[in-house]
């Protein structure tokens, strides 16, 4: 069983930051693409930034400019950096490895946004 395991969630007042944390077991950090989800209330889950094996960043255009993802390869971490959090970023963010239609995922952190 495949686990990731993210940490780093709670709750901020609109403009601050969080950082939220997603380890990976190395034989899935090394080869999948590692990407960070979100599911607000009553929504879709969407896609908020992926990265590849190679390094290679993307982004959905609401976070575009204030969340940066990352990885430490001695560590088999991901890392999503948030800044100037508003109330829409509130969501339950989730960590995801996928790779030729293999799919595994994290159990969730939360993340609310509010003065």
């Known amino acids: 069983q495949v686990q990731l395991v993210e940490t780093g969630g709670g709750f901020v007042q609109p403009g601050g930051s969080l950082r939220l944390s997603c380890a990976v077991p190395r034989s899935i950090f090394s080869i999948f693409r590692m990407g960070w989800y979100r599911q607000a209330p009553g929504k879709q889950r969407e896609l908020v930034a992926t990265m590849t094996s190679g390094g290679s960043a993307d982004y959905a255009d609401s976070v575009k400019g204030r969340f940066t993802i990352s990885r430490d390869d001695a560590r088999n971490t991901v890392y999503l950096q948030m800044n100037s959090l508003q109330p829409e970023d509130t969501a339950v963010y989730y960590c995801?490895?996928?790779?030729?239609?293999?799919?595994?995922w994290g159990q969730g952190t939360q993340v609310s946004v509010s003065s």
């Open positions: 995801r490895a996928d790779r030729l239609g293999i799919n595994y």
